[in-house]
């Protein structure tokens, strides 16, 4: 990208007043992929050319595609389990006993994306109310980007989208097309697209259908922003929200003063909420905050699973998976196979060491389409994953990337390690033994089966295992860090080995 450093702060300037997008020199790992593409479609040679088309009035159009394709559109079906659980039973309740004279219920994704959180509302209605058809329910979704939009109004996933959603779900409401999904045509009739820039003075208004909202979502979108734009954007928002309605921000934006001043907050153990305030109030707290969970008309709910809780390491002699630091970035690159500096994974790990685990998802994703054959990028998706303790959500991306690639041995190891997690020991132990027939050279995980087997009372298996982990690591520096763990030394878990290795008795066992 031939550019000088005064084009690229002229061009962010623009994307600033136009789109609102706040980059600063700690936020802009992936900004030149976007740009340089915007170049090649564009036909210009620099920076600065690109600036000179972009300002025209007349490529409006051009510059809304670049603001779009800069901001990261990582979205799933009911994405982040504990705001999920907050809007099946304390917002959706809520809000159906206050309407439920008008029977008419108003709700907007704003930042949709590709559709996935507003398509989410749509079936958690349709769960939560039997007799929806009585009931008038208009959902819709807006965002900047009008490929994300396009995407939304054709209602057609592929396997990334499900990751953590119960087949329960999948079974009922999509229809396989080809290797992806369809919604089920009655759900997408109840959600309505539209392009919408939530940075312009557009809302609310009839015109876009943005007034009386009784649910705002706007979850991580803020992000983007400055200060005085956030304070901009929640203003119009909060204007929009009938009375007695709600709004959910994301988590990283959820302690934004501005939330304070101008919505009644709610705070439950795992998730934020924020009530509009009013002179006549239907009541100052909802009894579901008060009571637990509302009832849910009578209806079975096939909803997510509870997120598990991780369990303490004990004496730390068995490897858990871990969100990877700067220490181990390299060694992810080396488990993929790929140590490009242009790689997905580079960009992703980039934006994950720079605390944008969103953003990495979202480049991994698009990585992982793009290369239908390669695993590398679930691979690390599936390890970031389980470091946030999101193991479902990571167990459904690694089978896809072992789907792709069965002798991989990385794969099957943090297929293992997302078992662990969750509690499924036996399918760790099998998962772990694949990994080290497809590797045997490799110290860690000899030394993780050697810890599982012991787990399963495999005394004597576990003692030749570790011991067989051991010779490895003799043949190894102690400062050479192993690259499957975050910062952990030849030295270290030579250490771990012998503290193990003193635990097991001498007898052989089964």
Known sequence: MRSDHADVERLLDLVRSYGGLDFPPGRRAGIERPIQ??????????????????????????????????????????????????????????????????????????????GEEAYSIAIALDMLLPNRARWTIDIIGTDINDVAVTKAREALYGEWSFRG???????????????????DPEIQRMVTFRELNLVSDDYPSHESGTLDMDLILCRNVLIYFRPETINAVVTRLERAVAPGGWMMAGHAESPMPIFRELFDVHELPMAVLYRKRSAQRHDQTPAVLEDGPAPTSGVSMPWLPPEPEPEDPIDDLFIMPAPPSDGVVAGMHEECGDASDES????????FSGGDRDGALAV?????????????????????????????????????????????????????????????????????????YLDPSSPLIAFSLASQLDSAGQT??????????????????????????????VGRLRKLAAIRRQLLPDEVGA
Not at 165 to 183: K, S
């Open 344 to 351: 997905a994974v580079t960009r992703a790990l980039a934006l």
């Open 165 to 183: 959603v119960p087949q329960t779900i999948r079974r009922r409401y999509f229809t396989p097309e080809g290797r992806r999904y369809r919604l």
């Open 37 to 114: 593409a915007a170049m090649d479609r564009l036909r210009v040679p620099s920076v600065g050319a690109l600036l000179e088309v972009l300002d025209d009035a007349r490529n409006e159009h051009e510059l809304e595609r670049l603001v779009a394709s800069l901001t990261i559109g990582e979205t799933h079906f009911f994405r982040n389990h504990p705001q999920v659980d907050a809007i099946q039973r304390v917002i959706l309740p809520n809000l159906i006993d206050q309407r439920r004279e008008k029977r008419r219920l108003r709700i907007w994704s704003a930042g949709c994306s590709s």
């Open 460 to 489: 004597g298996r576990a003692r030749s295992t570790l011991d067989r982990a051991v010779e490895l690591l003799d043949a190894m520096d102690d400062e050479h860090v192993i690259d499957e763990h975050e910062g952990l030394t």
């Open 364 to 436: 991994l994703q698009e990585d992982a389409e793009a290369t239908p054959d390669d695993a590398s990028s679930l691979i690390v998706a599936a390890r970031l994953l389980a470091g946030a303790v999101q193991y479902d959500a990571a167990e459904h991306v690694i089978r896809m990337a072992i789907d792709r690639d069965r002798t991989s041995a990385v794969a099957h190891y943090v297929h293992a390690l997302t078992l662990q997690g969750l509690g499924r020991g036996d399918e760790a132990l099998e998962a772990l033994r694949r990994s080290a």
